[in-house]
Each structure stands twice: as structure tokens, then as C-alpha cells.
């Protein structure tokens, strides 16, 4: 029997979904390059500030007020930290997908690296005012 897995009404099992910080120069920066190097369009983007990033979170169980991780659903399973990291850059071309080399280390040792540019995240690399919207020919790859 096959299972179910009930998802919010703008989501199917078939979307490789990634969660990203709207305002985060750093996530604006990663969600340009999965736009300009996923070119099979295999991913959809959403920001956490918009109406179905904040529907998605709430669904996942995940915190609303705050956000300290990058989010990849992929068949309805919910990846973060360094986890989600690697199941995207597995799935990119050559040579991107050679940083899942990383996967290699422990785990506690890849979600203490990535919380430390995550948590970080708007010291090193600055934050804007208000989410970016998408550019025309990019709309199709946002929920």
C-alpha cells in the first residue's frame, strides 16, 4: 500500500523544494546560483517570509519568528543544516556536486560548520531591508 504524505494544496511529492532567508544577502546569493546552474530547473524556491515559505515552515513544525537554516523537501522529507547542502549540491553539475565530498565528515562536525556561518550569516555577509523579488524569467522557479 502506498503511502500518503499530506502536503500543503501548492505542493506535490514530485517538488524538490528549497527554503531559503529572503533578506540574507548570503541565501539571495545561493538561490541566484541554484537559478543560474540548476539547469534541468529541478528546483523551486521559496523565501521563509513569503506566504507559502511561512506555510511550509508551520507544516514542518518549524519555528515562524526566526530562522536559522536553509530547508530542502525533496519526496516530502524536510533536510536541513549541512544535510540539506549536500542532497542539493548532489544534484548539481561538475564540478559543484564535488562539495559533497563534505559528507565524508561527521555530522556534528558539518552542522556545527554550517551553524557558524548560518547564525552569522547577517554579520559576514549583510542582510537587506526587505525581501528581493524575482526577476521576470525567474518566476517559474519560485512556489
Known amino acids: 500500500m502506498k503511502q500518503t504524505i499530506n502536503l500543503p494544496v501548492f505542493m506535490n511529492i514530485e ?22 546552474f540548476d539547469k534541468n530547473k529541478i528546483f523551486k524556491l521559496a523565501s521563509v517570509q513569503s506566504d507559502k515559505g511561512r506555510a511550509i515552515l508551520k507544516h514542518y513544525n518549524l519555528p515562524l519568528n526566526y530562522y536559522e537554516t536553509m530547508l530542502y523537501i525533496e519526496n516530502g522529507v524536510a533536510y536541513k543544516k549541512s544535510t540539506a547542502f549536500l542532497k542539493i549540491v548532489r544534484q548539481l553539475p561538475y564540478p559543484f556536486r564535488f562539495l559533497a565530498f563534505t559528507k565524508f565528515l561527521p555530522l ?36
Open 15 to 36: 517538488h524538490r523544494i528549497i527554503l531559503f532567508d529572503g533578506v540574507c544577502k548570503l541565501c539571495n546569493a545561493w538561490s541566484r546560483f541554484i537559478i543560474r
Open 108 to 143: 556534528s562536525m558539518r552542522d556545527w560548520l554550517y551553524d557558524r556561518i548560518a547564525l552569522n550569516r547577517y554579520v559576514l555577509f549583510g542582510k537587506y531591508d526587505q525581501c528581493l523579488m524575482p526577476e521576470a524569467d525567474h518566476e517559474k522557479r519560485f512556489l
